[in-house]
């Protein structure tokens, strides 16, 4: 005989136990995968093409175009707010949490800071030439990979590698990546996966902790600008099929495309904004 009476929850979860769900990556509910341009500017002249982009905590990023020793700083607009000049040419961008802007130099094996003075800029060196750089999704970690041979000799690789380094400049590891690929660009997503670009190959990798290869995305053109957004995306850009590529939060693609002109750098802001660098064009995008 039962009797209809109220629910004691602490009895309940003693007799039946506690159900957790855990969504792997989806720390922010999953926008409509349909992007619109929120604004467009034209990028440096002189210079072709976008390289590099940074985001900045204020809603500006840093833009660096053509693997140049020049940099300048626009709001979403596109209204030009600083330009620097440096004493090297630049190859990636990353900003720490304090807004420290390091930089990878264009065919060489440092980390910079920069320091409009040109004083005490070094921030890291390594063994292989080094190419692209990003922040740990945490803050805690600067990262970024390197090849053994110059830019004009990637067809000659025997040894590419990802560096990790506290933001302190201290080499913590370094992961050893398969042999023949070049890396270009890499990010770090929601669920410390590291997703690599290796340029004209046309391959993208997620890599997880260990160093082992989860996935393996092939571009129908190639494989160039890498970040990830605060929903567990990950966005690739393909210059050479002109398109914006989206992998799911376990580094599976999910069956969307963007297409633009030439996209090669690609960021995201902390608004939510993408930010990408097209061959003459900034274009910043945002989900519908």
């Keep these: 005989m039962f009797e209809k009476g109220p629910i004691d929850e602490a009895d309940v ?4 136990g506690e159900l957790k769900f855990h969504a792997e990556g989806l720390f922010v509910p999953l926008p409509a995968i349909e992007l619109q341009q929120f604004s467009a ?13 940074t985001p900045q905590s204020d809603g500006t990023a840093w ?3 053509g693997y140049k020793n020049k940099i300048q700083r626009f ?3 596109g209204v030009l707010v600083q330009e620097e000049t440096t004493e090297y040419d630049i190859d990636d961008m990353t900003t720490l949490l304090d807004g420290t802007v390091l930089l990878t130099e264009y065919n060489g094996s440092c980390i910079r800071r920069l320091n409009a003075k040109q004083t005490d800029s070094f921030f890291a060196r390594t063994d292989l030439f080094l ?9 805690t970690n600067v990262i970024t990979v390197g090849n053994d041979v110059p830019v004009n000799k990637l067809s000659q690789i025997r040894n590419a590698k990802i560096f990790i380094f506290s933001i302190t400049g201290h080499k913590l590891r370094e992961i050893r990546v398969e042999k023949g690929l070049s890396l270009f660009r890499v990010c770090h997503t929601v669920n410390g996966y590291f997703v690599v670009s290796t340029g004209v190959s046309g391959k ?3 890599i997880d902790q260990d160093g082992h290869t989860k996935y ?11 970040t990830c957004d605060v929903h567990g ?5 393909d210059l050479k099929d002109d398109t914006l590529h989206l992998l799911d939060s376990k580094g599976k693609p999910l069956p969307f495309t963007y297409t633009l002109n030439k996209p090669n750098a690609v960021e995201v802001d902390n608004r939510g904004y993408i930010w990408v660098g097209e061959l003459t064009k900034v274009r910043i995008m945002k989900y519908v």
Excluded: E
């Design 63 to 65: 833009v660096c175009n």
């Design 41 to 53: 500017f034209n990028s440096d002249q002189h210079h072709p093409s976008t390289t590099s982009i």
């Design 131 to 139: 190419r692209g750089i990003c922040t740990s999704r945490d803050g």
């Design 204 to 206: 993208y990798l997620v």
């Design 233 to 237: 995306l990950t966005i690739l850009s």
């Design 13 to 16: 979860q003693r007799s039946l």
């Design 216 to 226: 393996t995305y092939t571009a129908s053109g190639s494989a160039d600008g890498v």
């Design 75 to 77: 709001n979403n607009r």
